[in-house]
């Protein structure tokens, strides 16, 4: 295994921040509350992984275990509910404090709101948890697929009533794709986690989505982490981890890292620039890190992260199967985390940074030591059950 990290601090120059404020306190109550009237709603695991920490010579490292988010293996139907609601209850002149799960998927108001169709471009979470929740509230879905989804995480978006393709072009590709089919189709509305010039509110929604893990995994870790890592694609997660986090912590936030696929890394492209402006990446982009296959930011969650984060890290595929394999077979006494490509991209980062000394300098500059309290957010499970086996038990996917 040869688990190799770039990396780049953040020396972009700072903006005005008004990007910061989508990720407020009050928003997050918000979206909390919503989530916590879904009737399957229930806190998501923070895995304390206390030998690890010791192994690695950390005083703490948590790992937030979305595996069991909703029984759909996954963090992003948070994202994805909380925009359908948002966009809902606007559309009927509601507040979405008027419209939790029970009123969403009440006759009254599917007769009052009529029937939609939601698009969206997926390698399969996303995509998944808009189905979900657009089955649930009596609602159309259309999702496409990158080149190189699975048939398997096809068939899981299908299972939850969507039309469900997987097309011959990328993930970028794919949103341009279902934006131009949502133009020509009665009541077509893209749900998508990337924003663009014109299409901005639906992303911050979904932002704020996310921030309920966020907020669930403080009061778990009942103490201010010193260190905060999370993994990005088109960066919409990352936003809204890293704005949650220096809302909460205004005066002493903890040292925020983001880490990308090495093949789409457009964040860490933009910060290796050091000019604030956006980098955007084309073409093919072989990883198992489906999840993070994205090469055009979230120009939203951009600005939030060009102010609030440390250093940008893209990793190879080794950094991912590396954590996913160790979360897999933990210290005696740890709890396992069952943790798919994207999902262990964090945790392998941070192993590799305190194991292998080529990465002292970075180490260094992170501040991470014995004193250090890291969490991280293990973003699926395995969502590909038999892609898991093949990495984790067969030493597959080279």
């Not at 279902?178 to 663009?196: N, P, S």
Request: net charge negative; hydrophobic share 40%.
């Amino acid at each position: 295994m040869s688990c190799e990290i770039k990396w780049a601090l953040n020396k972009m120059p700072k903006t005005e921040d008004k990007n910061l404020s989508i990720m407020s306190v009050v928003e997050v109550k918000k979206a909390r509350a919503f989530h916590e009237s879904i009737p399957q709603y229930q806190v998501t695991p923070l895995a304390d992984l206390k030998n690890m920490a010791e192994y690695l010579g950390l005083a703490k490292a948590c790992v937030k275990d979305e595996s069991y988010r909703f029984g759909l293996n996954a963090f992003k139907v948070l994202g994805g509910s909380y925009a359908i609601a948002r966009y809902i209850a606007k559309e009927t002149k509601r507040d979405i404090s008027q419209m939790p799960y029970s009123v969403l998927t009440s006759r009254e108001l599917r007769d009052e709101f009529g029937q939609a169709t939601f698009f969206s471009a997926t390698d399969g979470n996303h995509g998944r948890g808009v189905a979900w929740a657009a089955n649930r509230l009596g609602q159309k879905c259309v999702i496409r697929m990158p080149v190189g989804s699975t048939e398997n995480r096809r068939r899981h978006i299908e299972d939850e009533g969507a039309e469900c393709t997987i097309e011959k072009v990328n993930y970028d590709d794919c949103v341009r794709m279902v934006a131009e089919e949502a133009k020509h189709a009665e009541r077509g509305v893209v749900i998508q986690d990337t924003a663009w010039e014109g299409y901005d509110e639906i992303p911050s929604w979904i932002m704020q989505g996310y921030s309920t893990m966020a907020d669930e995994a403080v009061e778990q870790f009942e103490e201010r982490p010193t260190h905060v890592f999370v993994q990005a694609g088109v960066g919409s997660l990352a936003g809204g981890v890293v704005g949650y986090f220096a809302n909460k912590y205004k005066k002493n936030p903890p040292v925020m890292v983001v880490v990308e696929a090495e093949p789409a890394a457009c964040l860490y492209r933009g910060a290796e620039a050091a000019d604030g402006e956006i980098r955007i990446v084309d073409g093919e982009m072989p990883t198992i890190m489906a999840g993070l296959c994205c090469g055009e930011p979230n120009i939203t969650s951009w600005d939030i992260l060009k102010n609030h984060v440390t250093a940008f890290l893209a990793v190879n595929d080794d950094v991912a199967r590396r954590g996913m394999r160790m979360l897999a077979a933990p210290f005696k006494g740890d709890p396992q985390v069952v943790s798919g490509e994207s999902g262990a991209a964090t945790f392998g980062a941070l192993a590799t940074i305190m194991k292998d000394e080529s990465y002292r300098e970075l180490r260094l500059e992170l501040g991470l030591n014995q004193d250090s309290k890291v969490l991280m957010f293990s973003t699926e499970g395995d969502t590909d059950p038999d892609r898991y086996k093949t990495i984790v038990w067969e030493g597959g996917l080279k």
